[in-house]
T-cell receptor, first 112, second 118 residues
């Protein structure tokens, strides 16, 4: 079991709403990445934060945004939710950018 | 173009037997890393094994070994002595990007569902 925790574990939102997902990194880790995993697919990279700065972004629209806090915990915000945003959202933390990433258990988001 | 290809949507193996899960990759980088993760139904991605592009020896971690064939761009996972608890989705992933900047994102394949039969 890794030290990466995500909250909530499940939630249901209505199309058009906004959602905030949270991730607590493993102790000592300063890099957090977020991934979206649609049903039956592999995870897709959303973005990465390193020492509170965004450090790369995947092919996701601006309504996907994030933050990393001084304690290296992180938030993923999604505005104007669409049905296709329904997925498992995974957070991964690592000590530095080029070291092994440890994943949390994910947040399963359902948009109705 | 797909960067990570896992051609086996599903695999079956008898308990205590060995199984190989296939993974091929595509990159023009000289420096890259290859990972295998296990994802049980609970959703968490569990790190299994890592192979760096410059590593000369195949990686091993307990019952897991990675058959790295650089010229063929393949990084197959071998699980020896399968156990019922090995039943899960298995994902191959590649990390591109060096240490001089750029994101160190992981690119995942579509996964292989392994079922271990008693």
């Amino acid at each position: 079991e890794t030290g990466v925790t995500q909250s909530p574990t499940h939630l249901i939102k209505t199309r058009g709403q906004q959602v905030t997902l949270r991730c607590s990194s493993q102790s000592g880790h300063n890099t957090v990445s977020w991934y979206q995993q649609a049903l039956g697919q592999g995870p897709q990279f959303i973005f990465q934060y390193y020492r509170e700065e965004e450090n790369g972004r995947g092919n996701f629209p601006p309504r996907f945004s994030g933050l990393q806090f001084p304690n290296y915990s992180s938030e993923l915000n999604v505005n104007a939710l669409e049905l296709d945003d329904s997925a498992l959202y995974l957070c991964a933390s690592s000590f530095q950018m080029n070291t092994e990433a440890f994943f949390g258990q994910g947040t399963r988001l359902t948009v109705v | 173009a797909q960067k990570i290809t896992q051609t086996q949507p599903g695999m079956f193996v008898q308990e205590k037997e060995a199984v190989t899960l296939d993974c091929t990759y595509d990159t023009s980088d000289q420096s890259y890393g290859l990972f295998w993760y296990k994802q049980p139904s609970s959703g968490e991605m569990i790190f299994l094994i890592y192979q760096g592009s410059y590593d000369e020896q195949n990686a091993t971690e307990g019952r897991y070994s990675l058959n790295f064939q650089k010229a063929r761009k393949s990084a197959n996972l071998v699980i020896s002595a399968s156990q019922l608890g090995d039943s899960a989705m298995y994902f191959c992933a590649m990390r591109e990007g060096g240490t001089q900047g750029g994101s160190e994102k992981l690119v995942f394949g579509k996964g292989t569902k392994l079922t271990v039969n008693p």
